[in-house]
């Protein structure tokens, strides 16, 4: 028991700082904040292999390294927002864990494609949360004139998030493919 509670805390420290690496190497960055970036990716990992809580907990850590290493401060509740809720909440891609585990043991390698994504957009939706009650309570200032600010966030966080959780499916259908055996 001790051995592998040790192994997860392990693995959530390790992927954490894989996440918070994988955000400084960005793809594309917008104007004022958010990125395309690989970060997601890890942090849904330990969501699917060792669910929920690992996951939302690696979540947060990444969004407090991240605000730590990189802040962007308006107030108290934006950086609640944008950092540590949206970041926490990529780790509901772990809800899946059991039934990917389940479809890795049958090698029904489709069905934890399926569940993989639907994990992803998940998370990656959870992610795209924070970012847009962030958006739309606090940057309505960049919003153009006569814009209502939410229409503004939905779209400015959309433009970077969307891309960001498509290339996440991606890179985990390609893990999956290559090596099913790192899922378990």
């Known amino acids: 028991m001790q051995n592998s509670r040790s192994r997860v805390i392990a693995e959530v420290a390790i992927f954490a700082a894989l996440a918070v690496v994988f955000d ?55 950086v609640f927002f944008d950092y540590f809720f949206a970041y926490t909440l990529v780790g509901l891609g772990g809800l899946f864990e059991s039934q990917l585990k389940y479809a890795l043991r049958r090698d029904a390698t489709r069905q934890a494609m399926i569940l993989i994504s639907i994990g992803a957009l998940l998370g990656g ?39 960001q959780i498509l290339l996440t499916i991606v890179v985990l259908i390609i893990l999956l493919r290559v090596q099913p055996k790192m899922f378990k």
């Open 24 to 78: 400084w190497l960005t793809l594309f960055k917008m104007p004022q904040g958010g990125a395309v970036t690989l970060s997601l990716v890890p942090i849904l990992f330990v969501a699917y292999r060792h669910g929920v809580k690992a996951g939302m907990i690696t979540g947060l850590i990444v969004g407090i390294v991240t605000f730590i290493l990189n802040p962007y401060y308006l107030n108290p509740l934006q």
């Open 125 to 163: 939706l959870g992610r795209f949360f924070g970012s847009f009650l962030a958006g739309g309570f606090f940057y309505g200032a960049f919003a153009p004139k006569g814009q209502n600010p939410w229409l503004y966030s939905l779209i400015y966080n959309a433009a970077y998030v969307i891309p």
